[in-house]
């Protein structure tokens, strides 16, 4: 079943949103900034699919920050959950069809780098698909984006240097890096780790890439950043749990939430 996109749109009335933020793991809060919010549960949605993930609590909050309409969404889809990679390339475009020009991805990451710590933030600047699966899998439409989409800019370079800009103005430390994609819903071995590092990966997660590719192929700018929760299996000497994961991403929300609210409070951004 296709989304009800025009539902969404009714729903939504006199907002009229062209940038959206997908929110992960424990980063429900950032959507707190928006003022005169409208809060849409994805279980009203007809054809929307439903999240199952703690920290995920399955709405749309849509609302102002200054001048700008804004639509966050409070929890996204993991194949971990069973759902398709075609499940999430539709999320993706329905938020194009009720007018998304910008999409905002966050997630919370374990990272491969020690540069990157626990509680701080890593800008996306391309990634590795290791999920084996791929949205745009079966028969294309044209009307959607081409066959062979190009995604040698697939995190959007001025976006970035927006991103960039701000955050030296307000102090905060943003690195950037690759992260890689696995499908989870296990933690990696130390093993695979190491491997991940030789191939040139900062941060690892299970989710965003699918969201990224879907976004780039319909035409999309898209961003993305990723919490650092946790230093990967086998740099730490200690296990790796999700609450651990949802407290420190709660923790390192707070540093986001500021630049993201700066960012789309500004009007050349």
Not at 18 to 42: C, F, M, P, Q, R
Not at 58 to 72: E, H, T
Not at 221 to 240: E, R, Y
Request: hydrophobic share 40%; aromatic share 8%.
């Amino acid at each position: 079943m296709s989304i009800n996109t025009n539902q969404i749109k009714d729903l939504l009335g006199k907002i009229s949103p062209k940038t959206a933020v997908v929110l992960g793991s424990g980063l429900g809060e950032v959507a707190d900034i928006a003022e005169e919010k409208v809060v849409i549960n994805y279980a009203d949605i007809e054809g929307f699919p439903h999240t199952s993930v703690a920290g995920h609590s399955g709405q749309m909050v849509a609302g102002k920050i200054k001048n700008r309409d804004v639509l966050f969404l409070k929890g996204r889809f993991h194949l971990y959950e069973g759902h398709t990679p075609q499940t999430i390339a539709e999320v993706v475009r329905s938020l194009k069809r009720i007018g998304i020009e910008k999409l905002i991805l966050t997630n919370a990451a374990g990272s491969l780098n020690r540069d990157f710590a626990p509680g701080e933030i890593m800008m996306i600047k391309d990634h590795i698909n290791f999920s084996a699966q791929n949205p745009l899998i079966g028969a294309n439409d044209e009307n959607i984006g081409p066959r062979f989409p190009d995604m040698s800019n697939a995190y959007d370079y001025d976006l970035r240097q927006s991103f960039k800009r701000i955050a030296e103005s307000l102090n905060i430390r943003l690195g950037e890096g690759v992260y890689l994609m696995v499908t989870g819903p296990n933690f990696e071995t130390p093993a695979e780790i190491r491997m991940f590092q030789k191939w040139g990966a900062d941060a690892v997660g299970m989710s965003t890439v699918l969201e990224t590719i879907s976004a780039v192929h319909c035409g999309i700018k898209t961003a993305a950043f990723s919490v650092i929760t946790n230093f990967g299996a086998g740099m730490q000497d200690f296990k790796l749990t999700h609450s651990e994961t949802l407290n420190l991403a709660k923790k390192a929300s707070q540093t986001l939430s500021c630049l993201l609210k700066v960012y789309l409070e500004d009007e050349n951004a």
